[in-house]
């Protein structure tokens, strides 16, 4: 993407801010949301944004659990979970994009 491109995107999105459309997110938890509901158009996410998707299994109730940590963190829990998947959530974003919110 060469840098105009990029710049439009920016700028409609504070334009959209500017306005207070409410077509707009920002924060893990609102994006996140808004991916699974299938309602967001454009994703601008830092390359180098260093938060870990963990899929996590109880292995006594089957259920499964998927956690946001930053790089170096650590989840203390006193149930024993099976680590089913760790990712970077760029990466998982790379690798899913055109499945996330499909399902709904």
């Known amino acids: 993407m060469n840098?105009?491109?990029?710049?439009?995107f920016i700028a409609q999105y504070f334009d959209e801010v500017l306005k207070?459309?409410?077509q707009y997110c920002f924060g893990l938890e609102d994006t996140l949301k808004k991916l699974e509901m299938?309602?967001?158009?454009?994703?601008?996410?830092?390359?180098?944004?260093?938060?870990?998707?963990?899929?996590?299994?109880?292995n006594q109730t089957e259920e499964m659990k998927i956690i946001y940590l930053r790089?170096?963190?650590?989840?203390?829990?006193?149930?024993?979970?099976e680590k089913v998947e760790k990712m970077r959530l760029v990466d998982w974003f790379t690798n899913n994009y055109k499945e996330i919110g499909k399902s709904k």
């Not at 840098?3 to 439009?8: K, P, W, Y």
């Not at 790089?71 to 979970?81: W, Y």
């Open 71 to 81: 790089t170096g963190e650590d989840k203390d829990t006193s149930i024993e979970l």
């Open 38 to 58: 299938g309602d967001v158009e454009t994703l601008i996410i830092w390359e180098n944004f260093d938060l870990m998707r963990y899929v996590l299994r109880n």
């Open 3 to 8: 840098f105009n491109a990029f710049f439009s």
């Open 20 to 22: 207070d459309s409410g």
